[in-house]
């Protein structure tokens, strides 16, 4: 147990749908970063967060969006749901200046239909 | 382009056998390099974290090792167990940023 719990666990959207992912960060931790895995792949990064202010992107569209809040959990937004959205999204948290020792939620399976 | 390439792609061994992982990177600049181990529909853990200067590090049965001036790591199984069956994926960092490589998957069968 990572103590990272996201909700939730699989969820079934269409195709120009809106889907909102949630993640609670371990306890003590201030930096949380998303990723989407696709099926046979290794997880790719989204974006980072800390302190509530974006402070890393990877190479995604505006369409995918997030939040952190006050209590260090987070939400991960994706507008107009294409087919290739469908993917295992992981949130890892973890406390900036540590060294960097991530950890994982189970994730959140999306299929987009 | 920072990419992280891993090998081999799947592995099959026997229970109790030792098997070696390898990744291979150009990423620029290297922060740190680590080993995952992610069971399938699951999130992935840590297994191991090397700063440029570690050579080597273990944990319990898995030992990684890095050469930064190749930029080559491998992750060294020993006497391998049933619940060794997972995919098992090496992340380079560059500042916040991670690359991940997609991973090899290793069977451990009876």
């Known amino acids: 147990e990572t103590g990272v719990t996201q909700s939730p666990t699989h969820l079934i959207k269409t195709r120009g749908q809106q889907v909102t992912l949630r993640c609670s960060s371990q306890s003590g931790h201030n930096t949380v970063s998303w990723y989407q895995q696709a099926l046979g792949q290794g997880p790719q990064f989204i974006f980072q967060?800390?302190?509530?202010?974006?402070?890393g992107r990877g190479n995604f569209p505006p369409r995918f969006s997030g939040l952190q809040f006050p209590n260090y959990s987070s939400e991960l937004n994706v507008n107009a749901l294409e087919l290739d959205d469908s993917a295992l999204y992981l949130c890892a948290s973890s406390f900036m200046g540590s060294g960097g020792e991530l950890f994982f939620g189970e994730g959140s399976r999306l299929t987009v239909l | 382009k920072n990419q992280v390439e891993q090998s081999p792609q799947s592995l099959i061994i026997l229970e109790g056998k030792n098997c070696t992982l390898q990744?291979?990177?150009?990423?620029?600049?290297?922060?740190?390099l680590r080993w995952y181990k992610q069971d399938t529909g699951r999130g992935p853990v840590s297994l191991t974290i090397m700063t440029f200067s570690e050579n080597t590090k273990s944990n319990g049965r898995y030992t990684a090792t890095l050469d930064a001036d190749t930029k080559q790591s491998s992750l060294h199984i020993t006497a391998s167990q049933l619940s060794d069956s997972a995919s098992y994926i090496c992340v380079v960092s560059a500042g916040y940023a991670l690359n991940f490589g997609k991973g090899t998957s290793l069977l451990v069968t009876p």
């Open positions: 990744c291979n990177y150009t990423v620029s600049p290297f922060s740190n």
């Open positions: 967060y800390y302190r509530e202010e974006e402070n």
